[in-house]
């Protein structure tokens, strides 16, 4: 199971329920690992807006409903 005894954002929450990896998200977006990982596990780190639409963008093949209030307050 992903995410066990990790601290999880709303994001890394969302991404353990379709058990979709950080790795295929990093593919997808061209995001920097570290930069998936805080937004996966740091509840104070928030994206740009650029980085936002990428991780949406990516989200959207796998959920078209998604959208970034799903996971940040904008």
């Given at each position: 199971?992903?995410?066990l005894?990790?601290?999880?954002?709303?994001?890394?929450?969302?991404?353990?329920?379709?058990?979709?990896?950080?790795?295929?998200?990093?593919?997808?977006?061209?995001?920097?690992k570290?930069?998936?990982?805080?937004?996966?596990s740091?509840?104070?780190?928030s994206?740009?807006?650029?980085?936002?639409?990428?991780?949406?963008k990516?989200?959207r093949?796998?959920?078209?409903?998604?959208?970034?209030n799903?996971?940040?307050?904008?």
């Amino acid at each position: 199971m992903f995410g066990l005894g990790k601290q999880r954002t709303k994001l890394g929450k969302w991404l353990d329920q379709r058990g979709i990896t950080q790795a295929w998200l990093m593919k997808e977006t061209g995001l920097n690992k570290n930069t998936i990982s805080e937004l996966t596990s740091d509840k104070d780190r928030s994206p740009t807006l650029k980085t936002m639409q990428k991780i949406i963008k990516a989200l959207r093949k796998v959920d078209s409903s998604v959208n970034s209030n799903n996971f940040w307050d904008v």
